[in-house]
């Protein structure tokens, strides 16, 4: 029979045990710590982007973007309904994140959970074509501004309060497209893919 540890040898094991657990705890804190900057790093320039703010600043925005050459706003062009906030859902969406911890024989290495492009993009409808996203169209283009009419005074068939698409041509130029959440997704999950492939 083989003989028990002593009362000694086993506090030992169990003050061994109890650092350890507070070293992995600490490693974790850590980890997270690394993630989080990349996420709120992220999130401020989404945030500052002049695509959101200037979508955030309702039908009386100035066209921060240039996407429009100054004229109107991204708000009354693309249509969206007066008092509708069509950032929040994306932001909902972008501020969520999760990490997974997976133990190794060398260490600790994560997985992230991030919202896809795909998803970004299905949750910013065109307000008058459910099946495209406004969010691409930024980056894609969005034709007819040769057809925006776009007023300081509230006009009555208006989705937005301030701005139609009439038949005739009103203006030249065209849509200036602009690199918006794709290229922000995209330097977000490179930051985050440098962590992925550490082991802490």
Not at 100 to 105: A, D, E, L, N
Request: glycine share 8%.
């Amino acid at each position: 029979m083989a003989n028990s540890l002593s009362p000694l040898a086993l506090k030992k094991i169990m003050q061994q045990a109890a650092k350890e657990k507070i070293f992995l705890k600490e490693i974790k804190i850590s980890i997270k710590n690394k993630v989080v900057d990349a996420h709120e790093e992220f999130l401020k320039k989404f945030n500052s982007h002049p695509v959101t703010t200037e979508i955030e600043g309702g039908p009386s925005a100035s066209n921060m973007s240039r996407t429009l050459g100054g004229v109107g706003n991204l708000y009354t062009y693309i249509g969206f309904p007066s008092g509708s906030s069509p950032i929040r859902p994306l932001r909902i969406l972008l501020e969520k994140y999760k990490i997974r911890y997976h133990h190794t024989k060398q260490g600790i290495r994560i997985t992230v959970e991030l919202p896809t492009k795909e998803e970004a993009f299905q949750v910013t409808p065109m307000p008058w074509a459910t099946g495209r996203s406004w969010a691409r169209g930024i980056e894609r283009g969005i034709s007819g501004l040769g057809r925006y009419l776009v007023s300081s005074r509230n006009i009555a068939k208006s989705r937005s309060g301030k701005a139609i698409e009439v038949k005739g041509r009103v203006r030249g130029g065209r849509f200036s497209n602009t690199s918006y959440l794709s290229t922000l997704l995209n330097d977000y999950y490179k930051k985050i893919q440098q962590l992925e492939r550490k082991t802490f």
